[in-house]
């Protein structure tokens, strides 16, 4: 072993000396304890693709599938008989999308590491055994198989029942017949990670006369594994596995991603890991954040890095690389499946004295790379531009949320919601008497507010009230406001309001997600699935809010309670908030074996996304972004050309109805067209109309949704921006409004100006209105927890005591 590896290592020294960024060269140069790099064999890749006529007789789904016609991805390599031999993750056309079909792992074998021969059939798949549950209908995704001195293979899988993915293990003595172990953690802690959504295990291995084995440490076998974070977990038998934990019973975390690098959104788990004099090296993959990465690479690209650990305490890190060593470089690499790019890196193989690196192509096929330690190729290349960088840090923003204004601020208004909420759920809308009873719209902030801070069991009692009162009231559909008389739910107000529906149904299944199946689900399972048949029940979900400017936009359809009567005017608000709602509705579909709806409501999303895509963006600066809404002309429509916080719409709902380039580009038209600067603060106004002029108004729940997605793009400066604003506006103020007004020469509540105007305003202030309104003040306390848990700050605020 020791004289294999340092002559590979020798080697690598040779051509690879110290490592050291140079943003004005491309090489790419790696330190000696990394591996690499790694050459395309030219004119070879990919060397697995889907194939179209290869069918096979799914047990499950009882007919014959062309199980590889879709997709063949994500592979593991190993050894067997002298050959290299791939198990490839294959995908039939049963689903559209990622996640949505069916995975199988195919064999392949080849003599040289380049050329394979296929089986026909899978020799891994869902199969009418102890795991059906688990793995279906999603199936068997991802494997990492290492293999004992005595030739045991292990393979770590992911389980996929779309509905909880877990990393499990299966044992072949020649990778055809094998034997399903189940989940790896379910027997550590008395099952308490059973439930865990957790992939990618990369077992610990050597070089042991030339042959790659599964190595122990301090006596026990070891693995790294995790997607967004890496962990640990050692095991006696390769079977049961423990994780590593903190003191506290934490997962304890080894290495995370990193805001302005190629892995600062996931570090996901890659091949086995090697254990080497220099150390422990595990290559994984890191994919780049769209806001909070680094801007030199393309968003949400998926590139491989390496991450050193001590060799004699494996939970020590010691350093990983600050660049990618492979990289999309290739086309195949860049379409496909998954269009961002991607080079998703599971097997590495040691054979005839070089490592073959086998790897998904953008989720579509498979490639492979060679390190030949003799003769090194160069490492993918760097990008020419240095690094950007930001004034703000994490750190600094950290420091303010922590300090005593903010913490009251949040505080207060946290508990004015939770203090006013009765025990049945019910919770009226204003503070202040502004508003009468409690909106749909409410209660889905609300809910998902106390799904962040984990409050689960209020979050249940807000959406039960509302679905108790459409129960009492024989009602098929939620109302727009409901009330409470003697003690029982009443309904104030029975227009229709789609986009509040949409709020309730996610709520209900993003609870539904967060905590499993509980009593409550099943009971309400019926009522919530009928809301949501309804509430997509044509091919484009139509406008059911009551919000428009009406001063602004003339000769609209006026909304009725007759469901037959609905606003003809299509806003980004309920598209996207109906999209959430059924993406997360199809999973809760599937577990309880209604695969004809989850299968139409997949067509919905579908035709709900081509009706956004094809009526609701438009283009500013010559980049696509969102519209507001389409109004009525009696032909079709036209978008509406103003800018304002129902754009925001797919940063609340969390669901985006095309790519996230388009959400970005929207917020870089935003901040351009409509940012505005005065008093020393900078703020968003609520509306920006066609003819240059703007809201003298912002508005509570939207400067949520832009702190929520500066969060996400790691956006330190814009945060920054926001937490002065709200430090001016609520100076004085202790809980949190609805919105508020500039007020000054003469303007007023819901005035229109114009840059000249705001330019005359020598003096002015800011007006709050509706301090403590329902709605509003939920989705800023949601923005704040989601800010406070990426700063690693409790969620849940501590009571101020304000005698």
Request: glycine share 8%.
């Amino acid at each position: 072993m020791k004289s294999t590896f340092l002559f590979l290592l020798a080697a690598t020294m040779m051509t690879c000396t110290a490592y050291g960024q140079s943003f004005n060269n491309k090489e790419n140069k790696l330190p000696d304890w990394a591996f690499g790099g790694f050459e395309r064999p030219k004119n070879v890749n990919p060397v697995i693709s889907p194939i179209e006529n290869t069918k096979f007789y799914c047990p499950l789904a009882k007919d014959s599938i062309a199980w590889e016609s879709n997709d063949t991805f994500n592979p593991a390599a190993t050894l067997y008989n002298g050959e290299i031999v791939v198990l490839y993750r294959a995908e039939d056309k049963s689903g559209v999308g990622i996640g949505h079909r069916t995975s199988r792992l195919g064999y392949a074998t080849s003599t040289d590491g380049i050329h394979f021969l296929r089986e026909k059939s899978p020799v891994f798949y869902p199969d009418n055994d102890s795991q059906k549950e688990l793995e279906w209908p999603g199936g068997c995704e991802d494997p990492r198989v290492a293999v004992t001195e005595d030739g045991l293979y292990v393979m770590m899988y992911t389980q996929w029942n779309r509905h909880v993915p877990r990393l499990a293990v299966a044992t072949s003595r020649n990778l055809k017949n094998w034997t399903k172990h189940g989940p790896a953690f379910a027997r550590a802690y008395d099952g308490k990670f059973f439930n865990l959504g957790c992939k990618s295990g990369s077992i610990l291995t050597e070089i042991v006369k030339g042959k790659q084995i599964i190595k122990k440490i301090n006596g026990k076998y070891f693995m790294y594994w995790g997607e967004e974070h890496v962990f640990a977990a050692t095991s006696d038998d390769l079977i049961n596995w423990t994780p590593v934990v903190n003191i506290d019973g934490s997962l304890k975390k080894l290495f995370s991603p990193r805001d302005g690098y190629f892995d600062s959104h996931l570090t996901e788990c890659g091949p086995p890991a090697i254990y080497t004099p220099k150390g422990i090296v595990l290559l994984y993959n890191g994919k780049n954040h769209s806001g909070r990465g680094d801007k030199r690479y393309t968003a949400n690209v998926y590139a491989a890095g390496q991450a050193l650990f001590d060799a004699n305490e494996p939970t020590r890190f010691i350093t990983r690389l600050d660049e990618p060593f492979f990289r999309p470089m290739d086309s195949f690499e860049k379409s496909g499946q998954y269009v961002d790019g991607t080079v998703f890196i599971e097997g590495m193989v040691y054979f005839k004295n070089k490592w073959y690196l086998y790897y998904g192509c953008a989720d579509s096929k498979v490639g492979v790379a060679v390190f030949d330690p003799k003769h090194p190729a160069k490492a993918d290349p760097l990008p020419t531009d240095a690094r950007p960088k930001q004034t703000s840090s994490a750190k600094a923003i950290k420091k303010k949320i922590s300090n005593k204004f903010f913490e009251e601020l949040y505080a207060n208004t946290y508990y004015s919601l939770i203090d006013r909420m009765n025990p049945d759920g019910y919770m009226p809308e204003s503070l202040t008497g502004a508003y009468q009873g409690m909106f749909p719209r409410t209660t889905g902030a609300l809910a998902l507010l106390l799904i962040e801070t984990g409050d689960y069991e209020r979050a249940e009692a807000n959406i039960n009230y509302v679905l108790n009162a459409i129960t009492a009231h024989g009602m098929e559909r939620i109302p727009r406001v409901i009330g409470k008389e003697n003690g029982k739910p009443v309904i104030l107000d029975d227009q229709h309001q789609i986009d509040g529906q949409a709020h309730v149904i996610l709520a209900w299944a993003r609870l539904a997600h967060a905590r499993g199946i509980t009593d409550f689900e099943e009971r309400t399972w019926p009522v919530v699935r009928d809301l949501m048949k309804r509430t997509c029940d044509r091919t484009f979900f139509q406008y059911g809010g009551w919000s428009i400017e009406p001063e602004l936009i003339k000769n609209i359809a006026l909304e009725h309670s007759k469901e037959s009567r609905m606003w003809d005017v299509w806003d980004l608000l309920t598209q996207c908030f109906v999209g959430a709602a059924l993406s997360d509705m199809i999973p809760i579909a599937d577990k309880h074996g209604e695969k004809a709806l989850a299968s139409d409501w997949r067509r919905r999303i579908q035709l709900l996304k081509e009706g956004v895509d094809n009526h609701l963006t438009t283009s500013h600066y010559g980049k696509k972004t969102y519209a507001e809404m389409r109004i009525p002309n009696g032909d079709g429509g036209t978008i509406y050309p103003g800018l304002g916080w129902v754009t925001l719409a797919p940063i609340a709902a969390g669901w985006e109805p095309i790519t996230h380039e388009v959400l970005q580009n929207t917020v870089d038209v935003m901040n351009k067209k409509l940012l505005k600067r005065s008093n020393g603060v900078a703020w968003m106004p609520t509306d920006g109309y066609p003819d240059g002029r703007f809201s003298n108004e912002i508005i509570g729940k939207g400067i949520g949704w832009e702190l929520d997605y500066a969060r996400s793009e790691a956006n330190y400066d814009r945060i920054e921006e926001i937490l002065q604003l709200l430090a001016t506006v609520n100076a004085g103020h202790p809980i949190y409004m609805e919105g508020a007004w500039l007020e000054g020469n003469g303007f007023r509540l819901s005035g229109i100006l114009s840059d000249n105007d705001l330019e005359k305003m020598k003096t002015s202030i800011w007006k709050v209105k509706d301090a403590g309104n329902g709605e509003q003040t939920a989705w800023w306390c949601w923005a704040m927890a989601r800010l406070r848990k990426t700063l690693d700050l409790p969620t849940l605020p501590k009571r101020i005591d304000n005698d």
